[in-house]
C-alpha cells in the first residue's frame, strides 16, 4: 500500500470526524434549557458516525462518482468520504432550502445523484436498491459498481437475505458491507445473532465472505479492493463485515447506561491510533497532522457557515415536490 | 384556443376487439419497442406470462434479458426496481398480488413514494408497480382484496386502476413514461381471463397503435340524470350492469369510473353530483377510512348542498374477505347491493 494512499486515508477520517464534532457541537449549543429533541438549528434525530470512520475511508477509496453507495441512518462518514457536496449535505442537516433535498429529507435521508449516494432510515432496506443501480451499471455494459453499508443489526433483516440470495444468484455488481459496532442501538450483537461474523452468512449464498478485525482502515482498504475487483470483473457479490466502534451514543441524547464498553472506548478510538502508525511509519509529522486537522476544519466550518446563512425552506411549499409534474397543495391530490 | 389554429384532428385508429389483459401486454410491448430501458420483472412473468396473463407472450418477443423471472423476494426485487430506476431506467415490477403488499411495503412506501420528496425533487424513480386485485372467485381473505385505498392513502405514488381494455392500454402506456412512481392495478375480473367467469365487458374495442389515457381524469362511463355511481374497476361493470336494468323503470343512473384514485379527478364528481344530486360510492375496498370516504368528502368539503340526499355506500363492510361463495357474495359490491342501494337514493 502506498504512501499517498494511507495518508489519504488518514485525512478522510479526519474530515469526518472533524465534521462530526461540529455537527455534535452545532445540535446541542441550542437544545436547552434540558434537552428539546425538536428545537434548536439543527432539529430531530442525530446519528453521528464517530469511531466507524475506518469504514468509509477504506471503501470509498476504492470508488469513484460515478460508483453508488446506499448508507444508513448514520451516514455521514460515508457521504464525506464519497465526495458528496459538505456544503449542501450540511444545509440539508440543517434543513435549508440549499440542501440536497431542499428541507425534504433531513441527515436520515440524504440524496445525492451527482456522487449516486443516498441512505435510508430504515434498518437494512437500504440494500435492495442497490441491486437495482448494480442492475443498471451492469445492463449499461459499465463496469460501475453499488454498495450497500448497513450496521450488524440489520443482518437480521429479511431485506438484508433477500437481497443477498438475488445478488448473488445474478451476479450483481455489489459490495455489501456491514459495519457491526457491537451495537444495535441498546442490543449488544452478542445477544442478536447467532454466529460471531455475518460474514459467515455469505456462505449461505455462495459469494465470499470475510471479516475485517479490530476496525482497521488498511484491513478494510483490503478487503473492499477484493470485493470490488471482483465486482467490477463481473464476477458477482461479496460481504464484507468490519469490526468497528461507536464511540458516541446510538443518537444525540442518548445516556448509554445499557454499554459495558464505554470505559475502552476512548483508547480504541481509530484515529488517534492510525496516526499513530503513520508517525512511526515516517509519513506524517507534527505540521503535516497540523495541516490535515487545519485543513479539515476550514472546509467543515465553511459548510457550518453556508447552512447557517441559508435560508429555511417556504412553508408554503411543504407540499411541492410530492410528485414531479403538478406542483401539489393540501387535499388537491 | 385562436381562430388561426389548426384543430387536431387524431387519425382514425384500426380498432379491435381484445381482452383487457392483452390490450395491457399490448402496451407493455409497445412501450419496450420504444424503449429498451423498459423491463418487466417479478414472480412467473416469464414463460408462465404472468399468472393472471399481465405478461403473456412477452418473453417470446423480448427474452430473459427483459422479461426477467426473479426469486419470491418481494422486498429485494421491488427494491431492485427502485435503484434501477433512480438510475434512469423504467423498470415495471409485478407484485403477484396486491395482498403481498405487506411483506414488502417498505419499498414500497418509505423507498418508492418517498425519494423524490425527500431528495426535494433531485431523484426521480419513474417505475411501474403492477398487481393483481379484487375477490369474487373464493380465493379467500388473503388472495382476495383489493388495497388501493392503502396505496391511495400513502403519498408519493399515483394510483391507476383501469376498468376496460381500451383504458388498461392507454393508461399503461401513460405510466410507463410517467417520471413518477405509478402503481397499476388490475382486477382479475376485469381481465378477460379463460379461467375465470367471463365478464363480457373484459373484452372490448382497442385502439391500434400507441396512445396514451391520461392519468387523473375520471371517464363518464354512462350519462344519467337521477343519480351519480361513483366507481372504480370491476364494481363499474356491475353498475353499468344494474343502470341498464334499471333505465327500465325510469331511472336514469351516471356512471361515473374513477380511473385513478392518486391523482383523484374530484372535478369529475363535482360536475356529476352538482347535476344529479345523488350520490351512490361503490368501492370493492373496505369500507372504512376508504376510497368512499374520500369520494364523500370531495362533494362535502366542496358544498354538502349539492347533496338532495344521504349518500349511499356500497363497499365491503370492513371484514376479511371470506372464502364461501354465499359469504363472499354477501360482502363484495355485487349487483344486488349496487342496485338496492341506487334504489335507496332515488327513493329518498
Redesign the interface.
Known amino acids: 500500500m502506498d504512501a499517498q494512499t494511507r495518508v489519504s486515508l488518514y485525512e478522510t477520517m479526519v474530515l469526518s470526524r472533524t465534521y462530526e464534532e461540529a455537527i455534535l457541537r452545532e445540535y446541542h449549543a441550542d437544545k436547552g434549557p434540558g434537552f428539546d429533541i425538536g428545537k434548536g438549528l439543527v432539529p430531530g434525530e442525530m446519528h453521528l458516525s464517530a469511531g466507524q470512520e475506518p469504514v468509509a475511508a477504506g471503501l470509498c477509496a476504492h470508488l469513484t462518482r460515478d460508483d453508488a453507495i446506499t448508507a444508513t441512518h448514520r451516514p455521514h462518514h460515508l457521504a464525506i468520504a464519497h465526495g458528496v457536496d459538505l456544503r449542501r449535505m450540511t444545509a440539508e442537516i440543517f434543513g435549508r432550502e440549499t440542501g440536497l433535498g431542499r428541507g425534504r429529507g433531513g441527515h436520515m435521508h440524504l440524496f445525492d445523484p451527482s456522487t449516486h449516494f443516498s441512505c435510508s432510515g430504515i434498518i437494512a432496506e437500504g440494500y435492495p436498491p442497490a441491486l437495482g443501480q448494480a442492475f443498471a451499471f451492469r445492463r449499461r455494459g459499465t463496469d460501475r459498481v453499488a454498495a450497500a453499508v448497513t450496521g450488524e443489526g440489520a443482518a437480521n433483516q429479511g431485506a438484508f437475505h433477500e437481497s443477498l440470495n438475488l445478488a448473488a444468484l445474478w451476479s450483481l455488481p455489489v459490495v455489501f458491507v456491514v459495519e457491526d459496532n457491537d451495537w444495535g442501538i441498546s442490543v449488544p450483537r452478542t445477544a442478536s445473532t447467532a454466529v460471531g461474523s455475518n460474514a459467515l452468512r455469505a456462505a449461505a449464498y455462495g459469494i465470499p465472505g470475510e471479516r475485517v478485525e479490530d476496525n482497521d482502515v488498511e484491513g478494510v482498504y483490503a478487503a473492499v479492493g477484493r470485493a470490488v475487483a471482483r465486482a467490477r470483473a463481473g464476477e458477482g457479490p461479496s460481504l464484507i463485515e468490519v469490526h468497528t466502534l461507536r464511540l458516541w451514543g446510538h443518537f444525540e441524547g442518548d445516556a448509554q447506561g445499557y454499554r459495558q464498553d464505554l470505559a475502552d472506548a476512548p483508547t480504541h478510538d481509530p484515529i488517534p491510533r492510525y496516526e499513530r502508525r503513520l508517525r512511526d511509519a515516517g509519513l506524517l509529522d507534527d505540521a503535516a497532522v497540523e495541516r490535515v486537522k487545519a485543513s479539515a476544519s476550514e472546509r467543515v466550518e465553511d459548510a457550518i457557515r453556508f447552512a447557517k446563512e441559508s435560508p429555511l425552506p417556504d412553508p408554503a411549499a411543504a407540499t411541492a415536490y410530492v410528485f414531479t409534474d403538478a406542483p401539489s397543495a393540501g387535499g388537491t391530490r | 384556443m385562436t381562430v388561426t389554429d389548426t384543430p387536431t384532428v387524431p387519425a382514425p385508429r384500426a380498432k379491435r376487439r381484445l381482452t383487457t389483459s392483452k390490450a395491457m401486454v399490448e402496451a407493455i410491448a409497445q412501450e419496450m419497442e420504444r424503449n429498451p430501458e423498459v423491463v418487466y420483472l417479478g414472480e412467473d412473468v416469464g414463460s408462465y406470462g404472468g399468472i393472471f396473463s399481465s405478461t403473456t407472450g412477452l418473453l417470446d418477443r423480448f427474452g430473459p434479458d427483459r422479461i426477467i423471472d426473479?426469486?419470491i423476494?418481494e422486498?429485494?426485487?421491488?427494491?431492485?426496481?427502485?435503484?434501477?430506476?433512480?438510475?434512469?431506467?423504467r423498470?415495471i415490477v409485478e407484485l403477484m398480488f396486491a395482498d403481498f403488499l405487506g411483506v414488502c411495503l417498505?419499498?414500497i412506501y418509505?423507498?418508492m413514494a418517498?425519494?423524490?420528496?425527500?431528495?426535494?425533487?433531485?431523484?426521480?424513480v419513474p417505475m411501474v408497480l403492477t398487481t393483481a386485485v379484487g375477490g369474487g372467485y373464493s380465493d379467500g381473505a388473503q388472495h382476495s382484496q383489493c388495497l388501493w385505498g392503502t396505496f391511495a392513502h400513502l403519498?408519493?405514488m399515483?394510483v391507476v386502476v383501469p376498468s376496460t381494455p381500451a383504458d388498461a392500454k392507454g393508461l399503461m402506456t401513460a405510466a410507463i413514461r410517467d417520471?413518477?412512481p405509478v402503481v397499476y392495478m388490475f382486477h382479475k375480473g376485469v381481465m378477460g381471463l379463460p379461467w375465470m367467469a367471463k365478464n363480457p365487458r373484459a373484452t372490448d374495442d382497442v385502439p391500434d397503435g400507441d396512445y396514451e389515457v391520461p392519468i387523473g381524469k375520471a371517464r363518464v362511463a354512462r350519462e344519467g340524470n337521477d343519480v351519480t355511481v361513483v366507481t372504480l374497476s370491476l364494481s363499474v361493470h356491475h353498475s353499468l350492469d344494474v343502470a341498464e336494468t334499471l333505465s327500465a323503470e325510469g331511472i336514469d343512473v351516471e356512471v361515473l369510473d374513477l380511473r385513478s384514485l392518486?391523482?383523484?379527478d374530484?372535478e369529475a364528481i363535482l360536475t356529476s353530483v352538482a347535476k344529479t344530486g345523488r350520490l351512490v360510492v361503490v368501492d370493492e375496498d373496505y369500507q372504512s377510512f376508504g376510497v368512499s370516504g374520500e369520494v364523500v368528502a370531495t362533494v362535502t368539503?366542496h358544498d354538502p348542498g349539492l347533496l338532495r340526499v344521504p349518500v349511499q355506500r356500497v363497499a365491503v363492510p370492513d371484514v376479511p374477505i371470506p372464502y364461501a361463495r354465499p359469504l363472499e357474495y354477501a360482502v363484495l359490491p355485487r349487483h344486488d347491493r349496487i342496485e338496492a342501494a341506487i334504489r335507496r337514493a332515488v327513493a329518498a
Not at chain 2, 75 to 89: C, D, H, S, Y
Not at chain 2, 114 to 124: L, Q, R
Open positions: 426473479t426469486p423476494s422486498t429485494a426485487f421491488i427494491g431492485l426496481g427502485i435503484g434501477a430506476a433512480v438510475e434512469g431506467m423498470p417498505d419499498q418509505n423507498h418517498k425519494i423524490h420528496y425527500e431528495s426535494g425533487g433531485v431523484v426521480k403519498p408519493g399515483k417520471d413518477n392518486v391523482p383523484l374530484r368539503d
